[in-house]
């Protein structure tokens, strides 16, 4: 035990020494040590007893108590005192009342091996504790911003990197593939995340993130910093290519130049950062074809059809167009796909004028079967505009008769076979649920028509887990780049004309129940 007065003086100059290093309050240190030993006293007296240790901040005086309840009929020694024992043990005792808590000095004991390693214990993980919080608190700030620091060792592929006051963390997902890093190397990244771990690293870097290069733009780009620049978007490929959408807030700028700069040197100083990524810079437009246009640069864009309702863009190129459009391995659609938030649906004239003839002959080929039709009818019906049965039933005869070549009564005798079409075909559909087997929590679910339910049961999704387990791709469909060729890819509820942010509010939807539940 500390008994002799250096010794005390001692216990506080570490304290402070202690507080100075991890930049933490001197009195966290001391109450550290206090939780410490009161750890190793229990050891000493008995673990049922409820110990409390004070230090003096002034003299370094260690007390140790046994911390008692004034009861009136104490039935635990350890814990409670009758408050006439407590005026026993100390006069000062006999203003405190029922409930109050009396300290009984122990006596000093010298530390154990054990005991001691205890308080040692409980010192250094309240300690580590209080430097975590520090820390948390210090770079909560600095989140979404770039930070600076040395590359103190590599772990499995993972980056640590000394700020200064804490470690952050790089992980091999989080880098830039090929680049070339060792310990010592002062490093740039995008603190992406600070949050509070109970042990390993808790500061969150990537020089990967689409983030980093936005960032590095506004360093390098006085007119972004000075907000006469807006950046709309950016997407990047790590290592190989990115492409960053700006718009000038000044209308007399031009974006681009002032983006590249003189001779490119500050869009140079940024691709030198990312180890030489290639960047495409877009001029923002609000219209969704002129920007898919600039997006797909250098490819030259003949036509671009728009659906901003499910966020899908149809371009239309030249043959000689097709594989700049698409890029190597299909880079520069994904990206441009990335920077607009769009599906693009790259096409041939060829391809676009043979999916139309396709779509009307299918739409031709419905009105024809179901309705009873004679062909040039059922083209006409589909050269106005009518995509499905319900179409006509939701018209007006108004609307039918003002078609060349639609007399009222057949205009009457359209909307009452399409509605009668519809009715048998609902029944037929609810039919086919209940043989499909599919589950109530599922057929309640907002959002879903009877002819989606089917065609979900028929891929044997029969749950609302089930439904909740999928991906908005695989419901709306898309396209992937297998061996350097552009692959469709159906999706299950395709044919309903879903979008991609109504298939992810009826994913959300349906999880937000499966937790709840």
Request: proline share 2%.
């Amino acid at each position: 035990m500390l008994n002799r007065r250096s010794d005390k003086l001692e216990l506080l100059r570490i304290a402070e020494a202690v507080a100075l290093e991890k930049s933490i309050d001197k009195e966290l240190i001391i109450n550290s040590m206090e939780t410490g030993i009161a750890k190793a006293a229990k050891s000493k007296f008995g673990e049922e007893n409820e110990i409390k240790v004070i230090i003096n901040r002034e003299s370094g005086d260690i007390g140790i108590f046994r911390s008692l309840i004034i009861v009136e009929k104490p039935e635990n020694m350890n814990t409670e005192i009758s408050l006439n024992r407590a005026i026993e043990l100390d006069s000062t005792n006999k203003d405190k009342k029922i409930g109050d808590e009396v300290l009984q000095i122990l006596p000093s004991f010298d530390f154990g091996r054990i005991a001691a390693q205890t308080a040692k214990q409980v010192i250094s993980f309240n300690v580590k504790e209080a430097e975590r919080d520090r820390q948390y608190n210090e770079f909560i700030d600095k989140k979404d911003t770039i930070i600076s620091g040395i590359v103190k060792r590599l772990e499995f592929g993972n980056i640590i990197v000394d700020l200064a006051k804490a470690e952050g963390i790089i992980n091999k997902n989080e880098t830039i593939p090929r680049e070339t890093i060792k310990a010592g190397d002062r490093i740039k990244a995008y603190c992406y995340d600070v949050r509070r771990e109970p042990r390993g690293q808790q500061i969150f870097l990537s020089r990967a993130h689409p983030k980093f290069m936005e960032k590095l733009f506004v360093f390098e780009v006085p007119e972004i910093y000075d907000g006469l620049i807006e950046i709309k978007s950016s997407a990047r490929d790590p290592g190989s290519r990115a492409k960053i959408c700006v718009k000038a807030i000044d209308t007399s700028l031009d974006p681009v130049g002032a983006c590249v700069g003189m001779r490119g040197s500050r869009v140079q100083a940024v691709v030198n950062e990312l180890q030489g990524e290639k960047i495409d810079i877009v001029n923002w437009s609000e219209d969704a074809a002129v920007l898919v246009s600039n997006a797909l640069s250098p490819a030259e864009v003949q036509r671009v059809l728009v659906d901003n309702d499910s966020k899908k863009l149809d371009v239309i190129l030249s043959e000689e167009n097709l594989s700049k459009a698409i890029g190597r391995r299909g880079q520069n659609v994904r990206l441009a796909t990335k920077l607009l938030n769009y599906e693009i649906n790259i096409m041939t004239d060829q391809e676009e004028s043979e999916r139309r003839q396709i779509e009307f002959k299918e739409k031709t080929d419905n009105f024809v079967k179901n309705l009873e039709l004679d062909e040039t009818l059922g083209q006409l019906l589909v050269a106005e505009g009518f995509s499905s049965i319900e179409d006509i039933m939701n018209s007006s005869i108004d609307s039918l008769t003002k078609i060349e070549g639609i007399e009222e009564e057949t205009a009457k005798e359209l909307m009452n076979r399409s509605k009668e079409f519809f009715e048998k075909d609902q029944l037929e559909i609810q039919k086919k649920i209940k043989e499909l087997g599919l589950e109530n929590d599922l057929i309640s679910h907002k959002g879903l028509t009877p002819g989606m339910l089917v065609t979900l049961g028929e891929q044997n999704i029969l749950k609302l887990s089930d439904f909740a387990d999928l991906a908005s791709d695989e419901l709306t469909g898309g396209y992937d780049v297998i061996k350097g060729e552009k692959v469709k890819l159906k999706g299950y509820l395709e044919d309903f004309a879903l979008s991609k942010k109504e298939a992810d509010e009826l994913i959300m939807s349906a999880r937000e129940k499966i937790y709840d539940n």
